[in-house]
């Protein structure tokens, strides 16, 4: 069974801050994993993604995520927060050998204050 | 680009009776899903087509619960003899067909059982 952990309801950090949200997974053989966002009274929108290759992906609004296979995280990192960044943001992860199946995180509050 | 549009947008109904939402996916995209979020949880899966074909479903689905695509176009989730557990935000995305893809969202139902 595939599952996603993201061990902080909330992250709060000032703008212009480095931020990061925390993710680990836990799934069989290699995963796809993704980042999504979640603004008030909108749908979610897809942030970025990893799914074979360089360790290092960019997404959308300068968001980037790191994958680390040893430590089965998947962190989503900006260098500089911006007030508008505050969100509610999703972990997903996949099973490439049941691609059908996304399994989400309870998602973490990141609000970055002026 | 029209998204993902989900109809409708609210629905309020009475403990036992029968309810029907409806899923209208970008319209190239061959696979659609259907999740449930609760407040402070992420998207839990349903099920999932590939065109016409329902090719999962998940356990948390009752017989109460059916889904269909016709014609691989939109697609109708029905809910009978709701339960006030039903109570939840019902989520429909879309992607273009291998799994590594990502998914876009629509603006979900929200809905409330009595």
């Known amino acids: 069974a595939q599952s996603v952990a993201q061990p902080e309801d909330q992250v709060n950090v000032a703008e212009g801050n480095p931020l990061t949200v925390k993710c680990t997974y836990s799934?069989?053989?290699?995963?796809?994993l993704f980042w999504y966002v979640q603004y008030p009274n909108r749908g979610l929108q897809f942030l970025l993604k990893?799914?074979?290759?360089?360790?290092l992906v960019k997404g959308s609004y300068g968001f980037e995520a790191e994958f680390n296979k040893s430590q089965t995280s998947f962190h989503l990192k900006k260098p500089s927060a911006l007030v508008s960044d505050s969100a509610l943001y999703f972990c997903?992860?996949?099973?490439?050998?049941?691609?059908?199946?996304?399994?989400f995180g309870d998602g973490t509050t990141l609000t970055v204050k002026p | 680009d029209t998204g993902v549009s989900q109809d409708p947008r609210h629905k309020i109904t009475k403990r036992g009776q029968n309810v029907t939402f409806r899923c209208d996916p970008i319209?190239?995209?061959?696979?659609l899903y259907w999740y449930r979020q609760t407040l402070g949880q992420g998207p839990e899966f349903l099920t999932y087509?590939?065109?016409?074909?329902?090719?999962?479903k998940s356990r948390l689905l009752s017989d109460r619960f059916s889904a269909e695509r016709p014609k691989g176009s939109f697609s109708t989730l029905e809910i009978q003899r709701t339960e006030q557990g039903d109570s939840a935000m019902y989520l429909c995305?879309?992607?273009?067909?291998?799994?590594?893809?990502?998914?876009?969202f629509g603006p979900g139902t929200r809905l409330t059982v009595l």
């Open positions: 087509f590939q065109n016409e074909a329902q090719l999962e």
């Open positions: 995305a879309s992607s273009l067909g291998p799994g590594w893809d990502e998914q876009f």
């Open positions: 990893y799914i074979t290759g360089d360790n």
């Open positions: 997903a992860v996949r099973d490439p050998n049941n691609a059908g199946k996304s399994t």
């Open positions: 319209s190239e995209h061959n696979r």
């Open positions: 799934v069989s053989g290699n995963p796809y």
